[in-house]
């Protein structure tokens, strides 16, 4: 019969071979779920084009009409495996203002011996350059990734130029006259989706719909702004890079 130290000893030895073998088996799982999230994971840089179509507001006894204009977007996208990412966004359109209302201050205008509080209208030129941050939700579907969005930023509006018409009196603001422009600065959410389209290993095409919403800007001191929450719509198709 054995000693009972022998069996002590090899009791003690199973035990570290089993640690061994649980040790190589988690070991094995990390480094598995390790190459499967780098392999899962997608960084890449996307260039689109878009409409942006804006509705019109109304209050403050004004109402203010934004032009449909062309933009561009530019992304800085990365997809974390499976399904969870975030992106950095630049845009920057053509943001055409029109302001009809009373004027502000209050002007009394007469005609015919017949007087009351004057009436303009505004055009403002500007630019619109929105900066923008954005979780996005993405999956894989053979050579589809469809993806949603939502996030905020920055939309910074600045004008390049505003014509006042007044009956036959005409003035020019901005360049020399900047006095009756404003540039503005405002909080901007963002949200929307859609899907890419592989096409090679690392090229493809990108369609989405992203809606902006973000309170009117004041670009004119002759009017007050509406200050209303207006909504920018911005159907998209671009190229996209994968790094």
Known sequence: MRPPEYYEWDFIEEAAMHTKWVKK???SVGWAA???AVAGAQTDVALSLYGAFTGT???N?????PANAA?????VRHIVHPW??????????RANQAYSGLFYPPVTSCIAGSCGPATEIAAVSANAHEVTGDWVASLKVGNLRPFALAGGGILFDAPSGQILQSGSVIMACGGTNPSCTNTTTKPVFVYG????????PHLGLRF???GNLYKAPALTTVFTSTGAFTHTAEPMIGVYFRL
Request: proline residues 0%; negative net charge; aromatic residues 16%.
């Open 25 to 27: 088996v988690f070991l």
């Open 71 to 75: 933009g561009g977007l530019l992304e």
């Open 57 to 59: 507001t109304n209050a």
């Open 84 to 93: 969870m990412g975030f992106e950095g966004t630049y845009a920057f359109n």
């Open 34 to 36: 390790l190459s499967c």
């Open 193 to 200: 989706g859609g899907v890419d389209w592989g096409l090679l």
């Open 208 to 210: 989405q719909y992203r």
């Open 61 to 65: 006894g004004v109402t203010q009409s």
